[in-house]
């Protein structure tokens, strides 16, 4: 099986052409070798950063996880910021550890 993807790691952005032979998978088109380890990641367990907003009683701040969780769970993070009730948040507060056991925290990015 073959499949084309665009490296996000770096705004470089490689055209990447995956071959995916049983376990083996194979990579050209990269220009360093974190294109292989994403094209990987994406042909095996695909992860992102979630940035989204949390209310407060303060306002809506924005917020992302610290480090990409699994796609599979982008929609239950965001459930789970959305259950938040919080009075106030600031930069770089941890609004909750471990989002899901996926070893991210969720933090506020912007005051
Ligand atoms: S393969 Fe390397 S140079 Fe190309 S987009 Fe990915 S990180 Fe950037």
Do not use: H, Q, W, Y
């Not at 367990?45 to 796609?71: A, D, M, N």
């Amino acid at each position: 099986m073959e499949k084309k993807m665009i490296c996000i790691m770096c705004p470089m952005g490689c055209e990447l052409l995956v071959t995916k032979n049983g376990n083996d998978i194979s990579v050209t088109g990269n220009s360093c070798g974190r294109g292989v380890i994403f094209a990987k990641e994406e042909m095996t367990c695909p992860k992102r950063i979630v940035t989204t907003s949390v209310k407060t009683e303060k306002g809506v701040k924005s917020c992302k996880t610290t480090i990409p969780i699994p796609k599979s769970l982008i929609f239950d993070c965001v459930k789970e910021i959305e259950k938040l009730r919080l009075k106030d948040a600031k930069f770089g507060d941890i609004i909750i550890k471990n989002v899901l056991n996926t070893g991210a925290d969720v933090i506020i990015t912007a005051n």
